[in-house]
């Protein structure tokens, strides 16, 4: 367990010191919204549950939770998902 601590430590120390993206080094989740009807979530692992008014999306540091009305997946890929739909409440 002390090994995966220091481990990221030393990812987060890369990134700082040489300026890169720490999405890119330790596979953070982006989530980029567009107003409160559209959110793509890019570097997910995968989709948990999916109703017409929620969405539970896995991450690599755990989920994602959309609430609201009307939601759709519009498209996804391995690495990104768009979702539509009237969002309500985002949780982490």
């Known amino acids: 367990m002390k090994k995966k ?4 430590k030393n ?3 890369f990134t ?4 890169v993206p720490k999405d890119v080094v330790l596979g953070e989740a ?3 919204l567009t ?3 559209e959110a793509i979530i890019e570097n997910y692992k995968g989709i948990v549950e999916y109703t ?4 539970k999306i896995l991450t690599k ?3 994602i939770e959309f609430k609201g009305s009307n939601f759709n997946i519009t498209y996804l890929t391995n ?5 539509i739909g009237s969002i309500v409440e985002i949780n982490y």
């Open 5 to 8: 601590a220091n481990k990221k």
């Open 11 to 13: 990812k987060i120390n």
């Open 16 to 19: 700082e010191i040489f300026e």
């Open 30 to 32: 982006i989530i980029t």
């Open 35 to 37: 107003g409160k009807r």
């Open 52 to 55: 017409n008014d929620y969405i």
């Open 61 to 63: 540091n755990g989920v």
């Open 79 to 83: 690495e990104e998902i768009k979702v």
